[in-house]
Every structure is written in structure tokens, then in C-alpha cells.
């Protein structure tokens, strides 16, 4: 059963960073592209960015500048570097992966909160 797991979500205060990291489990293939996105109350899934197997990267023009997404060393693992977080930055993040046939795969989230 594929799994992925998000940690290092927390509370945060404005201006101040956290890390997010996603693993994932329960695989034999390598998932194409693995990507963050994230959900404020009231509001739809929004994407926060995506990385390719390869390395290629893609941002919200939101958190251009402030978040950096990488890959992990380890197989099907990903980073989310978030710098300079603001209290719209709050929100549950989904780390996803997509698999080589199109399917996608979400974590259970992990919530963020810039508050002071």
C-alpha cells in the first residue's frame, strides 16, 4: 500500500521558516514528479509547487522567491524549504506524487501556521 507521510509542519511566527519533508513507502516505481500543495480553511487545494523526477520546478506565483522545493536523497522523498512565511502561508499542506501512469497519490497533510 503506497503511503506518503508529511512532517516538520508546526507553528511559526510571521517572517520565520520550516521545513516540510515527504516520504514516501509501499512503492516498487519511481514517481515521475512529487509536489507540495496546501489548503486554508475555507478554500480549495492550491498548488505550492512540483518537482520533476529530473529536477525541474514549478511555484505559485505566491511563494516564488520564499519556498524551495528539492528532492530528497532518498527515493521518493521530498523537500519544501519555506522562507519568509506570511499568515496567508497557513494552511494544511498535501505533499502528492504522480506515478508514471498519470496516478496521484496524496499524504494525510501536515498543518502550517504563521501566526503571532
Known amino acids: 500500500q503506497v503511503q506518503l507521510v508529511e512532517s516538520g509542519g508546526g507553528l511559526v511566527q510571521p517572517g520565520g521558516s520550516l521545513s516540510l519533508s515527504c516520504v514516501a513507502s509501499?512503492?516498487?516505481?519511481?514517481?515521475?514528479?512529487m509536489g507540495w500543495y496546501r489548503q486554508a480553511p475555507g478554500k480549495q487545494r492550491e498548488l505550492v509547487a512540483t518537482?520533476?523526477?529530473?529536477?525541474?520546478?514549478n511555484y505559485a506565483d505566491s511563494v516564488k522567491g520564499r519556498f524551495t522545493i528539492s528532492n530528497g536523497n532518498a527515493k521518493n522523498t521530498v523537500l519544501l524549504q519555506m522562507n519568509s512565511l506570511k499568515p496567508e502561508d497557513t494552511a494544511v499542506y498535501y505533499c502528492?506524487?504522480?506515478?508514471?501512469?498519470?496516478?496521484?497519490?496524496w499524504g494525510q497533510g501536515t498543518q502550517v501556521t504563521v501566526s503571532s
Open positions: 518537482i520533476t523526477s529530473g529536477g525541474g520546478t
Open positions: 509501499g512503492i516498487i516505481f519511481s514517481f515521475n514528479a
Open positions: 502528492s506524487g504522480t506515478a508514471p501512469w498519470g496516478g496521484q497519490y
